[in-house]
């Protein structure tokens, strides 16, 4: 409905499929005035009809028999708790909360660039599950249409038909598919492969830009990253186990290790800094029990902790799969170092199991694993009553969307909205250190960042992309492409 405009660092929310909005005076219903005459690519007019279909599939999921749309993106609008979406009219949509919400927090859900609106009528037709789709089928309202698409790349032309006559600039795209933050993207780049390119190797930065041809925009990146124990099955189901484990791995070793592959930042605890709630500096965090470097008496405190859940040296506990993505050196590494961790402390073995994307989100989604590198939940709305209960909450019926254990804590539960209530900041700091103690007694997983810094390269023949070093906030912030042009010499 709405966009980022990522030609500025403020990364503005611009209107996009909506020419404008608005809220009431109780902040409790939003309405969205769609632009008349916007097409899909198959020549259908978008109405307000498919915007309502697309979102109360990923609004309400359980709605439906076979299927929703579950993205990343999900839990913004499902927090938000939308109750209705209404159509009074082709053009007009409007959501209507159980109570009030802040003009941020849906602003944050009807610009994210994962809410795609999709036609009403393809949705039928595949019963919501878009996956099964050609996408050179699935009609989208972009400024490109999808032509090809292949197991190494995908090609989309300008499409003549797009509600802004003055867009796009360019009449092709052609997406490669590279292991993220890998050295076959700096070489894609430095080879001229490439004119563009995000998730470049943190460590390649510098050199590529000894060359004057390539700019860089730094991408700060609010994203709380926790290391999954499946708890669903021994010993991981023994909240003993977990804390063990919590207290013997390093997390800013972990992330000191891979900051050639990707820059994490070692901050906050359980929430974000600079949130109004309780936090902890990096320095504070170095001292704290479960984040900072094992101490002799953590890793006695781990071992005593295996013996009252009656796995004392580790005996009883079966090898533990240790699972990761093979597309990327990253994943490997982290694992590396906590199957040392695991065997050097806790006398615990573990097989490191490395597989392509699609077999790991299956796994990870069959819960067919042990320990897993890293589970995300982004801070599009930066309050933990957001992200917190996007990791370890039930939304519209199941669990949210980085719930991957459908984890159903009812104390859990009121703590987050008993925070999610109060206004009061001094209340707010007192709830969100219970919060935080209480996610440190239950670990029901192990914390690790709370942030990340991505690489946005580019070669000087971009044009109308974020000036040179340029930082800017925000979450998987992508482009359309409508606003950029190729000057080549």
């Not at 919590?246 to 949130?275: K, M, R, T, Y």
Request: overall charge negative.
């Amino acid at each position: 409905l709405l966009r980022k405009d990522t030609r500025t660092p403020d990364v503005t929310i611009v209107p996009d499929l909506a020419h404008s909005w608005s809220a009431n005076d109780n902040l409790d219903t939003y309405t969205f005035n769609l632009r008349e005459g916007v097409q899909f690519h198959n020549g259908a007019e978008l109405t307000s009809n498919d915007v309502k279909r697309t979102l109360e599939r990923v609004i309400f999921p359980d709605r439906f028999e076979t299927t929703g749309l579950r993205s990343a993106y999900q839990a913004i609008f499902q927090t938000a708790k939308v109750s209705e979406i209404n159509t009074p009219d082709d053009y007009t949509v409007e959501l209507v909360m159980e109570e009030p919400r802040s003009v941020g927090w849906v602003m944050a859900g009807a610009s994210e660039q994962g809410v795609k609106i999709s036609q009403a009528s393809v949705l039928d037709q595949y019963d919501g599950n878009l996956r099964d789709a050609d996408p050179t089928e699935v009609s989208g309202t972009g400024p490109f249409i999808t032509v090809e698409r292949t197991d190494d790349y995908v090609v989309q032309e300008a499409n003549p038909n797009y509600w802004n006559p003055n867009a796009p600039y360019i009449d092709k795209i052609q997406h490669i598919w590279l292991p993220l933050m890998t050295p076959q993207i700096t070489a894609a780049l430095a080879a001229n492969r490439v004119d563009w390119s995000m998730f470049v190797p943190p460590g390649d930065v510098p050199t590529l830009l000894e060359d004057p041809q390539f700019k860089v925009a730094i991408h700060l990146r609010p994203t709380y990253h926790l290391i999954p124990l499946n708890l669903t099955r021994p010993p991981f189901d023994d909240v003993r186990v977990r804390k063990a484990v919590a207290l013997v791995f390093d997390q800013e070793a972990l992330i000191e290790a891979g900051s050639q592959v990707q820059a994490l930042l070692f901050a906050g605890g359980w929430f974000g800094e600079g949130q109004g709630v309780y936090s902890l500096s990096t320095e504070q965090l170095r001292k704290e029990k479960y984040w900072r470097s094992p101490t002799p008496e953590d890793i006695a405190e781990a071992q005593q902790l295996l013996v009252e859940a009656g796995y004392p040296n580790g005996e009883g506990i079966p090898t533990l799969d240790l699972l990761g993505r093979a597309d990327g050196p990253w994943w490997e590494l982290v694992l590396v170092l906590e199957q040392a961790w695991l065997k050097q402390h806790l006398n615990i073995d573990s097989e490191i199991r490395l597989a392509e994307v699609s077999v790991v989100g299956d796994d990870v989604r069959g819960l067919r694993f042990d320990i897993y590198p890293e589970v995300n939940s982004s801070m599009r709305v930066p309050t933990p009553e957001y992200y917190i209960k996007n990791a370890f909450g039930q939304c519209g019926g199941g669990p949210c969307n980085a719930n991957i254990f459908n984890y159903n804590d009812p104390k859990l539960d009121m703590m987050i909205r008993e925070l999610e209530l109060e206004f009061d900041p001094d209340r707010r700091m007192t709830l969100s250190k219970e919060l935080s103690d209480y996610l440190t007694q239950e670990m029901i997983m192990v914390p690790w960042d709370t942030g990340e810094i991505t690489y946005h390269m580019y070669n000087d023949e971009v044009k109308g992309y974020m000036p040179h070093n340029t930082e800017f906030r925000g979450v998987y912030i992508t482009n359309k492409w409508d606003h950029v042009w190729l000057d080549r010499r």
